[in-house]
């Protein structure tokens, strides 16, 4: 929602994201099933719902110039790729130059029109395509002549005034990092003056939850256990904080780092009732109708499940990290072909390495249907290159923005993924769409001079192995996780520690996080962070002890649902409705996780609301303990009822100031006696217990 999540405007050059959803009524688009480029090499479905109609025959813009004709110009290939069609020659125009009536478009956020005349108007366009064409890496794109190029010659072809081609992005970008953005306002700074400095790495966890002495004012508890709860789960709950204290921190955390010996929760094995999860990306496209007539969204079904798992599995550390990596590595599940591929993504990528290695994870993620159509790399080709997951690539999915490459980095990197694409549903790589030619990436060069496609596919890996283990990969990796699990403001300490571990055990998951959780800094940081739309509405289903079966009460009222599937649809349209939901972001940059991204009175009332909703039990497709029965021997005072309500749902006692706030909501005092219904009051208690700092923090 606009007022509630407005990320930074992400001024990419002069381009905006052109990811389209859903074009067909059905919201389904068959992704590979045959080629998507005719024998022109055009491709026969145009990519923009206003674009001209492919031309019948031979597509003149690949065709074979004529004798005597004029010498045609290369396809337009800038940040959008090959984009529109390119125009039929004509008297004023010629061959191949890019077309500049776009400013009417309602999905470009800054017209090419505007952009180029920036650089000198369209003169200026005819030049610079004149000097690309005749740069002998382009040569071989377009000629035949040179089958090899090198595309490591020091002419700057791209970039724009704001970021001139061959520039670091950090010297000349017109954005910011995402959370960095958010941090730069007066709130951010504020935040920066309440978070620890310095610190250390002890023996272990327990260790360092001993050693350390919590410093910072906040209104939380300064208990280890209830710390622990809070961060590296999705809410503490009376049953989760008793096992860390019966198991021991170490032997909790251990456990937790190995999810495969965990059991699934009753909740996870009702899973079953969301039938799409177990269907592979064929099957999914295979059965499209009958899945429609089933009002089955394979798409949802995903989120859905996601959400089950975050508030009932055994597994919350996973479901942290599994979180954690889809704002990292992120992939909108709304997307088009998200309904085939989004599931498979979720399962075969990011469950499969969230706690393993990062490089095999980015290596696996750039072989994935899904981001390859996600990111257009299938549309891109040695002719017509499409530089948006080479960019994303270095961007946002390894070094970062200041990490160090330039604009001609992601020109060199776009050119060697050329080749890799979706076929019939899957992965496939295409030799005679990949550039042959010498390529260097920041410290990565590769002659890529091998017609094997097996050698090709090989030295994309290779490259993006590179860039996972990069030093810049490290820091941002580092920097992501500790502010994810410590403080919107992290200490550099710890991120030069955590980085350390990231190379020193070559990008694996898990000794990062004994190290995190084994500094001064994690055990230091209480009160530091606060919850996401998202995080408030799951902890309080996990707080309240709500119960994946359905109530007594509960009606079926759709029979293609089961009271399990219509409950967690209801919770995720109401995520929608609070501006933040699973894989939900649009964008490729992921959700912010910075307190300052989320400050909405609106949401924050609607949250509570929802809150109040739980706590009176009105979602049947759930069972939910009643609010006389939270406690299981109230108190007969109302000072003392309090004290054990917020205890059972936030954890802690409240402070004095707090406890007469809560007990003017039922207009009594502290003495005043009171029966299990705090005469008539528990259910409002409950909700503005939920409303406090306590469960806002975590």
Request: proline fraction near 8%; avoid cysteine; charge should be neutral.
């Amino acid at each position: 929602m606009a007022d509630q999540n407005v990320p930074p405007r992400r001024l990419r050059d002069d381009r905006g994201w052109d990811g389209r959803q859903h074009p067909t009524p059905d919201g389904y688009r068959d992704h590979g099933t045959s080629d998507p480029y005719g024998p022109s090499g055009h491709q026969s479905n145009p990519p923009y719902p206003d674009a001209p109609p492919a031309p019948a025959g031979p597509d003149p813009q690949y065709a074979p110039a004529a004798p005597g004709s004029a010498h045609r110009g290369p396809q337009w290939v800038g940040p959008d790729g090959l984009g529109r069609p390119a125009r039929a020659a004509t008297a004023t125009t010629g061959y191949g130059l890019p077309n500049l009536d776009d400013d009417d478009d309602p999905g470009r956020r800054a017209s090419r029109r505007r952009a180029l005349a920036a650089l000198g108007g369209t003169a200026a366009v005819v030049a610079g395509g004149a000097v690309l064409a005749m740069t002998p890496q382009v040569r071989g794109l377009f000629g035949g002549d040179a089958p090899v190029g090198d595309a490591t010659g020091t002419t700057a072809t791209d970039g724009t005034p704001a970021r001139p081609g061959g520039q670091q992005p950090s010297t000349v970008r017109t954005y910011t990092e995402q959370n960095e953005s958010y941090m730069g306002s007066r709130a951010g700074a504020a935040l920066k003056k309440n978070s620890p400095s310095g610190g250390r790495t002890f023996a272990g966890p327990a260790a360092a939850a001993e050693a350390t002495e919590v410093t910072v004012k906040t209104v939380l508890a300064k208990d280890p256990v209830r710390h622990l709860a809070s961060r590296a789960t999705f809410g503490a709950t009376a049953k989760l904080t008793a096992d860390i204290r019966r198991l021991g921190i170490d032997a909790w955390i251990r456990q937790q780092l190995e999810p495969e010996k965990l059991a699934p929760s009753p909740a996870e094995l009702k899973l079953a009732d969301l039938p799409t999860l177990k269907l592979s990306p064929r099957q999914l496209r295979d059965q499209r109708d009958a899945l429609n007539e089933r009002g089955a969204q394979p798409e949802r079904e995903v989120v859905d499940a996601t959400i089950a798992r975050q508030i009932w599995s055994e597994r919350q550390l996973f479901e942290v990290m599994v979180d954690f990596w889809n704002d990292f590595l992120h992939l909108a599940a709304d997307f088009d072909g998200g309904e085939v591929y989004r599931a498979s993504f979720d399962a075969d990528v990011v469950r499969r390495h969230a706690l393993g290695s990062y490089p095999e994870m980015l290596v696996a993620a750039n072989k994935h249907p899904a981001l390859l159509l996600y990111l257009n790399q299938n549309d891109s080709r040695a002719d017509a290159v499409n530089e948006n997951l080479a960019r994303e690539n270095l961007e946002l999915y390894s070094v970062g923005v200041d990490g160090g490459y330039t604009e001609k980095d992601v020109r060199q990197a776009a050119l060697l993924q050329t080749g890799r694409g979706v076929d019939d549903g899957r992965y496939v790589f295409r030799p005679e769409r990949h550039y042959l030619g010498k390529v260097k990436v920041l410290g990565f060069s590769h002659p890529n001079n091998s017609d094997d496609p097996k050698k090709a596919d090989a030295a994309i890996d290779a490259y993006l192995a590179y860039i996972a283990l990069h030093p810049s990969t490290a820091r941002y990796v580092a920097q992501s996780l500790a502010t994810r699990f410590v403080s919107d403001t992290p200490p550099k300490s710890l991120v030069e520690r955590l980085a350390k571990t990231y190379s020193a055990n070559q990008g694996m998951i898990k000794p990062m996080l004994m190290t995190l959780f084994s500094s001064s800094e994690f055990w230091a940081s209480v009160g530091q962070k606060v919850r996401r739309p998202m995080e408030y509405l799951v902890a309080t289903y996990r707080t309240l002890g709500v119960s994946p079966q359905a109530a007594p009460g509960f009606k079926q009222g759709d029979n293609r649902r089961t009271a399990f599937a219509q409950g967690l649809r209801q919770i995720h349209d109401k995520m929608r409705e609070l501006g933040q939901y699973p894989m939900g972001q649009p964008t490729p940059d992921g959700y912010p996780d910075v307190y300052v991204a989320w400050t909405s009175a609106g949401t924050m009332v609607n949250g509570w609301n929802e809150a109040g909703e739980l706590v009176g039990g009105g979602r049947t497709q759930f069972t939910y303990p009643k609010p006389e029965k939270l406690v299981a021997r109230p108190p007969a005072t109302a000072g003392a009822y309090v004290d054990a309500l917020a205890q059972r749902l936030v954890h802690q006692k409240l402070s004095a100031r707090e406890r007469e706030l809560v007990l003017d909501v039922a207009g009594v005092s502290a003495s005043t006696r009171v029966d299990a219904t705090f005469n008539g009051a528990v259910a409002a208690v409950a909700r503005t217990i939920l409303a406090s700092p306590q469960h806002h923090l975590r």
